[in-house]
Each structure stands twice: as structure tokens, then as C-alpha cells.
């Protein structure tokens, strides 16, 4: 640190009444030293970095601090402001201001600083000392947490302490270990938003000058933590739609508990509400035997929490859904339509004849996707009462299928399942039975509930409920058809991979399990629609470049291929980055293909693949085209938004993007 402020680079009398002055005076001081070769370059990068985020402190502090090309040597200048100068602070202006300049690429030694003086501005004697300080030199030597020869005392202050005693406390925050989080996110299908949110926390750690480290809960698996970090831990952040495997690790530590999507939209203020918990001593109690009943806060609806049991299971049924629908998808392409009457390779040993591998492959997934209701209600109970709401879960979802209840059904038995348990494990019951009670009795108790309720009270008004839904869909045609349509592709690109485009692909893949005519338009449409917005945002950025950073630009080369592929969450990025303009712009184009899509009457039996399974669908050349319509409308609309609404904000990205629209505003959330 002493490297990096001197003397020179503190000015205990900054006049500046804006932080675009503050910044300017500072950084002119790095001028004089050679500290920095380019004064307006540089500035435009502090700005561009600004805009993204605030950089004012509570307590009366300002660090704006950049990357930048025309930084020679990681610098600090200090300066004290009598007036405050405003840097967007919730408590008002800053008196302590602090640039900090790191070369470009030198993210390590940016960090570095960045971190250091945060634990120092965490004293509030370290930040009143610098108030006081009426010597350049020495509050550069406290900033630097060099030893600052003590001033004698006045005589009549002999028996007080000086200065010196102060100044060892003010060094004591640069010594001190960083603060440590570790996290764990999670969504419903650990394709994206799981290690978005956990790049983004990552991120957000770096620049707060904080050691996390992030556990990613995906679908393929997950690493643990090292159980050394999470027992050196000061607090944990969960940002998930599904329930925190394990969670029982983390008992007793300070904890934030958000859905995913906070950890990729604000993942700083997730981070400064835990350190606040940890600094006024809040924990959290030991792990209750539920891992989504208590996720999350006290004041937590039980809206919310439902959607997450379902989420749970929805989370563990997409695997089975992909591996099993796609197998019978294959067994068709192969096959024919008349491959469930072939006999398999596994009957009649015809190893030459393709007919009998597709068979095989037709079989195979067919015992995959007959798993989809039980795993659906399972998991629904499990994400309720964890591991004893297996049980009642499974059996109320193959009891579903038995009475045709289907995916309705399942969703009932689940949370049956879930409730039933939760139910028995309230009852105070001798300590005898305590030890059989996870095994035995719960297990025995709530799947009788469970069988009892399916078979007698609620399955068969939920069969018939299933059998008129079924009935519909294989009667749309027409203005009904379409309109559907168009609700199903609002839904798939409204939260671009969140709970409503779950709701809406879980409502299509549920048809699948009883096939029929107005089901697989359904399952088309749906698929149609959700690949929509990562091909539009593909298309905006190759057609008008300069309205997006360059980052958006190398997000688009992949949004191609997620695009294609099925995965809507490829068009996260640039949503995150300019929510209102491309949001909605997505959703009309989702609406669009939702429409043509069931007008074009076409039909799909895969419930994933995207272009991939293009042979499978029914009237594949309209469904192509109304797939190009809704891009060329999306893709249309979010150009034409941000062509007439968004201004360049001065000195936006490098100097080479500088001329490019919004590029530091897109950069934001």
C-alpha cells in the first residue's frame, strides 16, 4: 500500500462540489506523478464505472475506483472534502473520498486495494482519525498503515494518551483477516441461472474485498465446500428457487436466503445484508427437518413458499422429462409412428434390423417417462419435509397414474405428501419411538394418508378434472387454439427460465404423458416460443452491434447455440443488463410464435431439443417459420427500442466503445 499513496496524492482541502470534479482533481494529482498518462481517458473510464453501480458508502465515504489503460501502477489518491460531495450514498455526501486506479487487467492488484481499504473503513476510528489528520503525509502513512511518528503532548495532556495508541488501532483492520462468506446457489434446472447467480456473487466478493466462495447446487451435481470453509465462514448467502442440499451444514452462521434471481441482480446488497447480520450477531437456528419450509425469511408468504416445493419438483422431473421424451422422440424418427407396436431388440434379438433398436430406444423411454409423475410428487414432498416425504411423495404420484390423474395429480399427491409428514412430525410421540419414527413410522403412517385420500376422497374429481383438460386440448382449433398460444409465449418469455416459463413448459410436458393431438401443439408451441428470445438477442446484436457492449456482443456468438438448443435462459444477460426494453421486446415475439405456431397446427412428441428434433414435429417448414417470426419481431422491437430511448452516456466502456450506445447503462443490473 505505501506504494501506491504518497504524500502528493492527498489533498485535506478538496473544493469540489460534484464527484466528476472530485474525481478530476484527484486524478490530477496521478498526472503530475506519471500515475496516469491520459486525464480524460481515465476519467471516462471512473465514469463508465460509476454508472454501473454507485460507489458511495454509509458513513460519509466515496471510493470511485476503475480499470484502465491508462493507469501505469495500482495508485490511491485521498481527498477531504468539507462541503461532501455526493456519490450516491442512501445517508447523504461524502467527506472522505477515495480514487482508486488499477491498470487495465490488473484485477488482482485492483482488488487488493479495494479490499485493504475496506477493512480499514469498517473502523469508525480509523475514519475519524482521518478526519482530524491535518498533514498529507501522515494520512497517507495511516491509509498505508505505516508507522506515523506520535506528535508530543501539550502539558497539560501529559497524562492523556497520544496519538500513537489510536494509530496502532487504525493499522490493526489492515492485519485483520478478510471477511469470509461462503454461498450456495440453485435453480429449478441448474442449466443457467445457478451459475449466473454464482459468477455474479463472485463478482460482487471481489469488489466488496470479501472471500467467497460459491457451492453451484446444478442438475449434473454439485462439488461440496470444503467443510473447513464453511466452519471458517463469518456468514452464508443461499440464493435459490430449490431447496439448499445439505442445508444442515450451514446451522448457526449468519444467513441471507433469496431466490436466485437476487444473486444475479443484486448480489452487492446480498452481501452487505449479510455482513450487517453477522456484525449485530444474528444466527440462524439449528437445521429444522425441512429445507424449503424454512428457507428463506420469517415474513416469507406461503405463496412463495409453494412455488418452491413445486419448483422442487419440477427440478428433479426435467431429467427424467429430457432422457425419457427424447429416447420415445428418437424411437419415432427412427421408427415411425407405429414403433410402439414393433417388437425390441431385447424380444426377438433382430441385432440387424433398425426397426428393433428403435423399438429398444422406445421402450427405454418410456419407463423413463412413466417415472414423471411419481418424481414429481416425491420431490414436491421432499422439498417440504425432506427425506420422510419421499416415500408418501412416490406412492401418491404412482397412484395418480393408476387412477388416471396424471400430472394434476401428481402435483396433489405431492404436496399431500409433503403435508401429511409435516403433520405426524408435529405430534409429540415417546422417546421410545423416536429412533423408528424416520424409517418406520412416518414412512408407514403418511403413505396410508396419502393411498387413502388418492383412492377415496380426491384422485377420481381429479381424474375427471384431468380427462377435461385433456379432452380440450384435443378439441382447440381455431381463435382458442391461437389464443392459447399466445399465453403460453408471453409465459415462456416473461422471466426467460424463472417460475412462470416452468409453469408453462411443466403444463406441456404434463400433456405429454397422455398424448393427444391438442398436447402436442401445445408441447410445439411452447418449445417454439422458448427459443425465441436467445436467437432474437443473437440476431439484434449482429445486426446493430453498436447498440450493445462488447460483452453483449460475446454473449450473443453463444445465444446462437442456447437459442437453438432450447435454452431461454441464453438470453439472461442481456435481460439482466436492460430489463425494460428487453423483456418486453422478447415477450412479443414469444407471442407471436405461440400463435402461428398452434394456427400452423403443429405438433411435437419431444419436450426438449430444439432444432434438433425438427424431423419429430408435425408441419416442420410453418413451424420454422414462425419461430423466424417471432426473432425478426423480438429482435426488431429491442433494436427499435434502443435506438429511440437510450442516449450514450459520456465516456460508456473503452475508449474504442466510447461512440457506442448506452454501452456503461447496459452494464448496470
Given amino acids: 500500500m505505501s ?39 481515465f476519467l471516462a473510464d471512473v465514469a463508465a464505472r460509476e454508472a454501473q453501480m454507485p460507489t458511495g458508502l454509509d458513513g460519509g465515504i466515496g471510493i470511485p475506483h476503475c480499470r484502465s489503460a491508462h493507469v501505469t501502477a495500482p495508485t490511491l489518491a485521498f481527498g477531504r472534502s468539507a462541503a461532501g460531495v455526493d456519490f450516491g450514498a ?14 487495465a487487467g490488473a484485477d488482482d492488484a485492483h482488488l487488493t486495494i479495494l479490499s485493504s481499504l475496506a477493512r480499514q473503513l469498517m473502523d469508525e476510528r480509523f475514519t475519524g482519525a482521518l478526519r482530524a489528520v491535518d498533514s498529507p503525509a501522515e494520512a497517507a502513512a495511516m491509509i498505508a498503515g505505516e508507522e506515523v511518528p506520535a506528535k508530543a503532548p501539550a502539558p497539560e495532556t501529559e497524562t492523556e494518551p ?65 467443510p473447513a470453509a464453511v466452519a471458517a465462514a463469518d456468514a452464508v448467502i443461499f440464493a435459490h428457487d430449490v431447496p439448499v442440499r445439505e442445508k444442515e451444514r450451514f446451522a448457526g452462521k449468519p444467513t441471507v436466503d433469496v431466490g436466485v434471481k437476487a444473486g444475479i441482480n443484486r448480489p452487492a446488497e446480498l452481501i452487505a445484508e449479510v455482513r450487517g447480520r453477522a456484525e449485530r450477531g444474528e444466527t440462524t437456528a439449528a437445521a429444522a427437518p425441512t429445507p424449503v419450509d424454512k428457507a428463506g425469511e420469517p415474513e416469507e408468504g406461503y405463496g412463495t413458499k409453494l412455488r418452491k416445493w413445486l419448483m422442487s419438483g419440477v427440478s428433479y422431473m426435467v431429467p427424467f422429462v429430457a432422457a425419457g421424451g427424447l429416447l420415445i422422440a428418437l424411437g419415432f424418427a427412427l421408427g415411425g409412428y407405429d414403433i410402439d407396436k414393433a417388437p425390441s431388440v431385447a424380444e426377438h434379438f433382430a441385432w440387424g434390423q433398425i426397426d428393433s433398436w428403435a423399438a429398444l430406444m422406445f421402450q427405454i423411454g418410456g419407463l423413463a417417462f412413466a417415472f414423471l409423475v411419481p418424481v414429481l410428487a416425491g420431490y414436491i414432498a421432499y422439498g417440504m419435509a425432506d427425506r420422510p416425504g419421499l416415500v408418501p411423495g412416490f406412492v401418491g ?20 405428501a409433503g403435508g401429511t409428514v409435516l403433520a405426524i412430525q408435529k ?25 387413502f385420500l388418492m383412492f377415496l376422497v380426491i384422485g377420481k374429481p381429479i381424474a375427471s378434472l384431468q380427462s377435461a383438460l385433456t379432452d380440450w386440448l384435443s378439441g382447440l382449433s381455431g381463435a382458442n387454439a391461437v389464443i392459447l398460444g399466445v399465453i403460453l409465449g408471453l409465459m415462456m418469455c416473461f422471466d426467460l427460465g424463472g417460475p412462470l416459463n416452468k409453469v408453462a413448459y411443466a403444463f406441456a410436458v404434463g400433456g405429454l404423458a397422455t398424448p393427444n393431438e391438442g398436447s402436442l401443439k401445445v408441447m410445439a ?62 415477450m412479443a415475439g414469444g407471442a407471436v410464435t405461440g400463435a402461428l405456431s398452434m394456427a400452423f397446427e403443429c405438433t411435437l412428441r419431444a419436450p426438449h431439443g430444439g432444432v434438433f428434433v425438427i424431423p419429430l414435429i408435425g408441419n416442420p417448414f410453418l413451424y420454422l417459420l414462425a419461430i423466424v417470426a417471432g426473432v425478426l419481431v423480438s429482435a426488431g422491437l429491442v433494436i427499435l427500442l434502443k435506438s429511440t430511448t437510450r442516449k450514450n452516456p459520456a465516456g460508456a466502456g473503452t475508449p474504442e466503445e466510447r461512440t457506442e450506445a448506452g454501452a456503461a447503462v447496459t452494464v448496470a443490473a
Fill in 90 to 103: 442512501p445517508d447523504g455526501p461524502a467527506d472522505l473520498i477515495f480514487l482508486i486506479a488499477a491498470p
Fill in 397 to 416: 404420484g404412482s397412484i395418480a397414474l393408476t387412477i388416471d390423474a396424471g400430472f394434476l395429480g401428481g402435483l396433489a399427491a405431492g404436496l399431500l
Fill in 427 to 451: 405430534a409429540r410421540v415417546p422417546a421410545a419411538l423416536r429412533g423408528i419414527m424416520p424409517v418406520v413410522v412416518i414412512p408407514l403412517l403418511s403413505s396410508i394418508a396419502v393411498g
Fill in 162 to 226: 497520544g496519538p500513537e495508541p489510536e494509530l496502532e488501532q487504525v493499522r490493526e483492520p489492515s492485519k485483520a483477516a478478510p471477511f469470509r462468506i461462503v454461498a450456495v446457489t440453485s435453480c429449478p434446472t441448474g442449466i443457467a441461472h445457478t451459475y449466473m447467480a454464482a459468477e455474479a456473487l463472485e463478482k460482487a466478493g471481489r469488489e466488496a474485498g470479501v472471500a467467497l466462495v460459491v457451492e453451484t447446487q446444478g442438475s449434473a451435481g454439485f462439488t461440496r465446500l470444503d
Fill in 3 to 41: 506504494t501506491m499513496i504518497t504524500a502528493d496524492l492527498v489533498d485535506l482541502d478538496l473544493s469540489a462540489g460534484t464527484k466528476e470534479a472530485a474525481a478530476r482533481s484527484l486524478a490530477e494529482r496521478m498526472v503530475a506523478l506519471g500515475r496516469v498518462t491520459d486525464l480524460d481517458g
Fill in 525 to 586: 408451441a411452447v418449445m417454439a416460443a422458448g427459443m425465441v428470445p436467445p436467437l432474437a438477442m443473437a440476431l439484434a446484436t449482429a445486426v446493430r452491434g453498436r447498440l450493445f457492449t462488447r460483452t453483449e456482443r460475446e454473449n450473443g456468438k453463444a445465444a446462437w447455440v442456447l437459442g437453438a438448443s432450447f435454452i431461454t435462459e441464453g438470453a439472461i444477460p442481456f435481460a439482466a443488463a436492460d430489463p425494460l426494453r428487453v423483456i418486453p421486446a422478447a
